[in-house]
């Protein structure tokens, strides 16, 4: 396939996934205002999405996908772990305690944890614009919380928004690891049984409340059934976005793949105006902006990263997608 046409196709993947993630929190707070936790709420997305995805790789894969997965097993479990259970579920308690798009504006702050780690965990001189990138950030983020009024953001909310961006970076420096070893079914399936283990070990899904999927429950103004809330997080901002996502991992460059990532924030914030009817304050969208623009940077500029005399760094370019 000629390379515009690989990019091209990656780039379709990438806004795709983009918009398909970006519409899981409405859809994520309406079932919990109607009485799942957030992490009931979690561990339902992620166990239908293995239910779904494991039957579809011993189908199309066999034998061939689970040699596949058994190779890799221990970056599919890390993966599993903190890139679609602490994702999922650290930005669903923030959604549940904070608007939708700022819950996904601190989700994106990712690559200003990438810098850190790299500065302070793995002691590697990092560019002056990337510490540019994380002051930039960091002023979004006081924006957002309104310091100078005393945190009135959600501390709880905020924390959490914060550990779903730790989760993200993960996410993607695992992806671009196991790109080769285990394609984006076997990846996301294998993921997706790590994760609902674990959640249910912690979600107490024992206690969930059932009848919420056969209740028609608010979301906004509007009410639709229960079922059709999970079947939407399930199938589409979860299977369809997880391998949508990951192909477009695939095929484009970090920097095109760290751009069209943003796109999630706005879908996001479009899909909570018309189903929630949630605003934003005017400091929220202006530090929500600052946010994602030194996160832009911090990501652009840590690729630039040369640490050929640290053997245990990763590559600059997996770096680059941890940002994203």
Known sequence: MPMYSTKSVGLGFAVFSAITFGGSGPFAKALIGAGFSPQQAAWLRILGAAAVLVPLVLALRGRAGLRSARASW??????????????????????SRLPVGVALMLEFSGPVLVV??????QKVAVPRSAAIGVSIALVGLATVAEIWSGLR???IGLLAGLGAAACQATYFILIDKLTGAADPLVMTAAGSVVGAFVLTLIAAPWGTPWHVLVDSIAIGERHAPGWVMAAWLILVSTVVAYLAGAAAVQRLSAPI????????????????????GETLRTNQIIGGAIVLAGAFVAQSSVGKVASPEIPDA???????????
């Open 74 to 95: 221990k970056s599919l479990a890390l993966y599993g772990l903190t890139g679609i259970a602490g994702c999922q579920t650290l930005f669903f308690i923030a959604a």
């Open 116 to 121: 850190a780690w790299l500065k302070f965990g």
């Open 257 to 276: 793949a760290g751009a069209v990532a943003y796109v999630e924030v706005v879908a996001a914030c479009v899909f909570a105006l018309i189903l929630l």
């Open 153 to 155: 953001i959600d501390l």
């Open 314 to 324: 990763p590559p600059t370019d997996v770096l680059d997608r941890a940002a994203i």
